[in-house]
């Protein structure tokens, strides 16, 4: 999906009420634009996961590297302020998959610090 100059670029995000705008926090190496687009469109979950912090202590990297060769891996580091720097890799070799798992990665690793940090969670928090 290709936004038309002059109007907003609408997606599958737009759907989510209050989730952060992944377009914005997402910067990229190693794809187009028009990738980092559909990959941005395409990450309704890790939108919803990231709905609860405020979007400007929210920043997003991804990386490919070796682009296109056996040898190709795709990282996903993430700064959300206030929590450790989280960092997801992959080595699949086509772009969708390797994202996918990224994302994924990520999903995981924020729902476990989440989950850490609950009191119900953590008996030094119940008090």
Same mark, same amino acid.
């Given at each position: 999906?290709?936004?038309?100059?002059?109007?907003?670029?609408?997606?599958?995000?737009?759907?989510?009420?209050?989730?952060?705008?992944?377009?914005?926090?997402?910067?990229?190496?190693?794809?187009?634009?028009?990738?980092?687009?559909? /990959?941005?469109?395409?990450?309704?979950?890790?939108?919803?996961?990231?709905?609860?912090?405020?979007?400007?202590?929210?920043?997003?990297?991804?990386?490919?590297?070796?682009?296109?060769?056996?040898?190709?891996?795709?990282?996903?580091?993430?700064? /959300?302020?206030?929590?450790?720097?989280?960092?997801?890799?992959?080595?699949?070799?086509?772009?969708?998959?390797?994202?996918?798992?990224?994302?994924?990665?990520?999903?995981?690793?924020?729902?476990?610090?989440?989950?850490?940090?609950?009191?119900?969670?953590?008996?030094?928090?119940?008090?």
């Amino acid at each position: 999906m290709v936004p038309v100059a002059g109007e907003p670029r609408l997606g599958r995000l737009d759907l989510v009420p209050d989730a952060p705008d992944l377009d914005l926090v997402l910067r990229a190496s190693g794809v187009t634009e028009e990738e980092r687009l559909e /990959i941005v469109d395409s990450w309704t979950r890790l939108a919803n996961r990231l709905r609860s912090f405020p979007e400007e202590k929210i920043e997003l990297q991804l990386t490919v590297k070796e682009r296109d060769t056996p040898s190709q891996r795709t990282t996903l580091e993430a700064w /959300i302020a206030g929590r450790p720097r989280l960092v997801a890799t992959s080595a699949l070799p086509t772009l969708a998959e390797a994202t996918a798992e990224v994302r994924d990665d990520l999903l995981r690793q924020i729902t476990d610090g989440k989950n850490r940090t609950e009191p119900r969670n953590n008996r030094k928090l119940r008090g």
